[in-house]
């Protein structure tokens, strides 16, 4: 009772903030206790009491926000829908059956009229709207109790709109798909009772669309001889075969469907295929299954033209639908609108797939699959040109940001290569895709796509989800493609090779492409002379990563013999315009193209007057580039022998080698030190001075890079060395040949540096520089054996020593002493050590205070041939200061 009095103060209230303040409270009020009431049992007239209550503040303005309304319906909605049947409440409480019966009649009533309490307070299509939203959930429900109540609510609603409203709502009907799809799959239901009056709720829906329609034109009409008309022209209700109910539904409510409405008709039809069997029931799953199809076949067999807008979002609909249905059978029915609509709009449907999120989970497989399976050979063979033409974008947009067409094209074709019909269908243009995907392998190196790639939603829910790297799709695809194309060996080859990884590799993509290539030739692949003329425009499109990817696969293919009928225009003369491209790795693709090219007799003269250009290019280039390109020279070096008579191409190539002896890479150390000397075994006598010049150029750097302290490095120095010394008749002591360190071994370095000053006193000075350029060196072993070296060189040297020289030294050394590797600061400090207790050099600076003039060591020599000094003539100090001082440095 003070509820109800509250109300009625409430409605005479005359201040509009207090009315409003006052109807929210009491609102939550209400609010609170349905929620308080229990969902399993009908024992109080809280419910009813409220939800009269709430009927009542429904006249009392200001009128609620959609929001506020949409809040309230659900509580309300939610509460009394959950109640177990009245028929399972009066079995638990027999003693009290029939008062249940009563109060759960009044409760459905008090429900209902507030239901059409708040249609009255907004009678406008956000109003409806708000209102009919919440019901839609539970009309497919698995319990027929709970589809009842709301189909009974959803129809009560409508009645009450057809009487009430004076009709015309300028923005039509709201969710009318929505609304129209979830009755016509209760025309369906088990239950007749509900098939019978969700048909009722679908005469009304069409007899208020009749009369918007006639409130626009201006027509008078009685709503209750059109509503009797409608009756009889959609019904009667057929129990034995709803599905005609369905048909003749569907057909006549065309003049009220636009675009959006057939799609969230297909919609409705969709949500009616969720859940399993086991919580539907095995009548009501295929009841719903077959009521869907019914209603996605002749939608898109009477309104497919209108859809065609709205197709993504369909086509994304569906997709996110999946994740809720299990059966088999109801997943066929939810994939009918992919193929459907296939049908009149494959490109449409296929740039919708297109956006499938990344990498594909067994949703979008599963679309892509069925868009294959149904279509004849024609159509996909329509499908592959469009994938083609997408694999053939680049996977970023004019503006820069990120594409996944391509990346997503390559998953189609992945799912089309998985049905062995197909297969024929992409044999027909197998080169064009092979080609198209290595290119697109080269565009997602190192490509970015996180805002595009979403997580895969069939992963196992306790496995870690692996990181999903665009490059390595691409690379999958390409050897799917080459599996299904016959190509085992090919495949297995570049397997073994580590190919597949190279290609995914920005330095490394031109090297796995060629070795596909050259697979592919070795192996003779039927696809070969077609993937060749189809190369060569393909060479002079795209930007530099199309073309270095078109290169490197067409460089390879020149070992063919259909090469020869080729102008020499696209073969010798394309690659001799390579030798002046910029990016270095086209110009080391044009030497192996060139190289192979010299393996016919007649091109061989012209490919080696081309070898000084050939030589020239590999200047200034990555050592990995360098070894590549020098592997294949060798054999134009092979060929040469002594026809070549001018050295100055070989001293060309000794000059472009020598730098990288001390490169980072170990591989690229051995194997440049070991080319170099197998170009030096290629020098004839005479030597000229340009030959001369260059080797003693070698001396330093072959010795220094000997304590490498790696093996095979050190190997193929003393080879190397062995084959200038031969070439060039030094007489180096044996020591110089030695691979063990020089730690403890000054002597051995002492008598080499004596020689070298001795024997090549002209270039003492070039000795010296190159080796404090090495002290610089960011390898801790090659500062090491320069310091090593410097400290016997320069004693060496006394006579000829000028000031600058002698402060560069200073400075070096002097740097070297803080230098963050332990040996190298005492090796830099036992290096001026040597240098000071041998030359009495005023200049010298004095380290760290020591006075150095009434040091025993300043006046005497240091003599090499001497094993050790005399105690007073070491500086241990020297070495714990030069510790000392590497400490220090660490800790800065």
Not at 151 to 156: F, G, P, Y
Not at 240 to 254: D, S
Not at 380 to 385: E, G, H, K, N, V
Not at 881 to 891: D, N, R, V, Y
Request: with cysteine; hydrophobic share 40%; aromatic share 6%.
């Amino acid at each position: 009772m003070a509820l109800v009095e509250n109300v009625i103060t409430l409605q005479e209230s005359q201040d509009a903030l207090e009315v409003d303040v006052e109807k929210r409270t009491l609102m939550k009020k209400m609010m609170r206790q349905i929620q308080e009431e229990p969902l399993d049992s009908l024992s109080s007239t809280v419910r009813w009491q409220a939800m009269e209550t709430l009927t009542q503040l429904s006249h009392t303005p200001p009128v609620l926000g959609v929001r506020e309304r949409s809040e309230l319906v659900n509580t309300c909605v939610k509460s009394v829908f959950s109640l177990p049947s009245v028929q399972a409440m009066q079995e638990k409480v027999e003693a009290k059956a029939e008062a249940i019966q009563t109060l759960y009649r009044q409760t459905l009533d008090a429900l209902q009229t507030l239901l059409n309490a708040l249609f009255v307070e907004d009678p406008t299509p956000a109003g409806l709207k708000s209102i009919l939203e919440p019901l839609g959930p539970w009309m497919n429900s698995g319990k027929t109790h709970e589809r009842a109540r709301a189909v009974n609510s959803n129809v009560s609603v409508l009645n009450h709109v057809l009487l009430t409203l004076p009709f015309f709502m300028s923005s039509g009907f709201p969710a009318l798909g929505l609304l129209l799809g979830r009755l016509i799959l209760r025309i369906g239901d088990p239950d007749e009772e509900i098939g019978r009056k969700a048909l009722d709720g679908i005469i009304i829906l069409y007899t208020i669309l009749e009369l918007q329609k006639r409130a626009r034109d201006k027509e008078e009409t009685n709503k209750k001889e059109l509503y009797e008309s409608n009756k009889r022209f959609l019904g009667p209700y057929n129990p034995v075969c709803p599905c005609q109910n369905i048909l003749r539904v569907i057909a006549e409510f065309g003049d009220f469907l636009g675009p959006q409405q057939v799609k969230d008709l297909l919609l409705a039809a969709l949500e009616g295929l969720k859940g399993s069997s086991e919580a539907r029931g095995k009548d009501l799953g295929e009841m719903m299954q077959l009521a869907s199809e019914v209603t996605i076949s002749s939608v898109l067999e009477w309104y497919h033209h209108r859809v065609v807008e709205v197709i993504p979002e369909i086509m994304q609909a569906i997709y996110m639908q999946l994740n809720h249905i299990q059966e088999p059978r109801a997943r066929e029915v939810a994939l009918l609108p992919v193929s459907l609509l296939a049908s009149s709009f494959m490109t449409e449907v296929v740039v919708a797939l297109l956006t499938c999120p990344l990498p594909l989970d067994s949703n979008g497989a599963e679309m892509w699959r069925q868009l294959i399976l149904c279509k004849p050979s024609c159509d996909i063979r329509d499908l592959l040109d469009l994938l083609l033409m997408s694999l053939k974008e680049k996977p970023f947009t004019k503006k820069g940001r990120a594409s996944i067409v391509p990346l997503a094209a390559a998953s189609g074709l992945c799912e089309l290569l998985s049905v062995s019909s197909c297969v024929g269908c992409v044999r027909r243009i197998y080169p064009q895709l092979l080609l198209a995907l290595l290119i697109q392998v080269h565009y997602h190196i190192g490509l970015n796509l996180s805002g595009h790639v979403a997580l895969r939603k069939d992963a196992k829910k306790d496995a870690q989800p692996s990181v999903f790297v665009p490059v390595r799709w691409v690379v999958k695809v390409v050897k799917t493609l080459l599996l299904r194309m016959g190509c085992s060996y090919e495949a297995t080859f570049l397997e073994d090779q580590g190919g597949w990884e190279l290609m995914g590799q920005a330095e490394n993509h031109h090297r796995g492409v060629s070795l596909l290539a050259r697979a592919m030739v070795h192996y003779s692949c039927q696809e070969l002379c077609r993937i060749l003329y189809l190369l060569i425009p393909l060479l002079e499109r795209g930007d530099e990563k199309h073309k270095i990817t078109a290169t490197a696969f067409f460089v390879e293919l020149l070992q063919m013999e259909q090469v020869r009928r080729i102008p020499e225009e696209y073969s010798l003369g394309r690659m001799a315009e390579g030798l002046n491209h910029q990016d270095p790795i086209m110009k080391v693709l044009s030497i192996r193209g060139l190289i192979i090219l010299a393996r016919r007799t007649e091109k061989t003269a012209k490919v080696q007057a081309l070898l000084p250009s050939m030589v020239e290019g590999l200047k200034s280039m990555d050592g990995l580039l360098v070894v590549e390109a020098a592997h294949n020279l060798k054999t134009i070096f092979r060929g040469q022998d002594r026809k070549l008579m001018d050295s100055s191409v070989y001293v060309e190539m000794l000059q472009v080698l020598l730098p990288h002896f001390s490169d980072s890479r170990e591989d690229v150390r051995s194997s440049c030190i070991s080319l170099y000397g197998k170009v030096v075994q290629k020098l004839r006598s005479p030597r000229t001075p340009a030959v001369e010049e260059q080797l003693m150029g070698t001396l330093v750097p072959l010795l220094l890079t000997m304590q490498d302290g790696n093996a095979k490095v050190s190997q193929k120095c003393v080879k190397t060395l062995f084959r200038c010394s031969c070439f060039m008749a030094w007489e180096l002591p044996k020591r110089a040949y030695s691979r063990k360190s020089w730690d403890n071994q000054q002597q051995t370095v002492a008598k080499i540096c004596k020689y070298l000053v001795t024997t090549h006193q002209d270039s003492a000075f070039t000795f010296l520089s190159q080796s404090l350029e090495y002290a610089k060196n960011p390898r801790a072993s090659l500062r090491k054996s320069s310091v090593m070296f410097i400290g016997s060189l320069v004693p060496c040297m006394e006579s000829m020593m000028t000031e600058d020289r002698l402060n560069e030294v200073k400075v070096a050394l002097e740097n070297l002493r803080h230098d963050p590797e332990a040996s190298v600061c005492i090796y830099a400090a036992q290096a001026q050590d040597h240098i000071l207790a041998s030359c009495c050099w005023n200049s010298w600076p004095l380290p760290h205070g020591d006075s150095w003039v009434c040091d025993p060591a300043t006046t005497h020599r240091w003599s090499p041939s001497c094993k050790s000094l005399p105690a007073s003539h070491q500086r241990c100090s020297w070495i714990v200061q030069a510790l000392g001082s590497w400490k220090m440095a660490l800790k800065q």
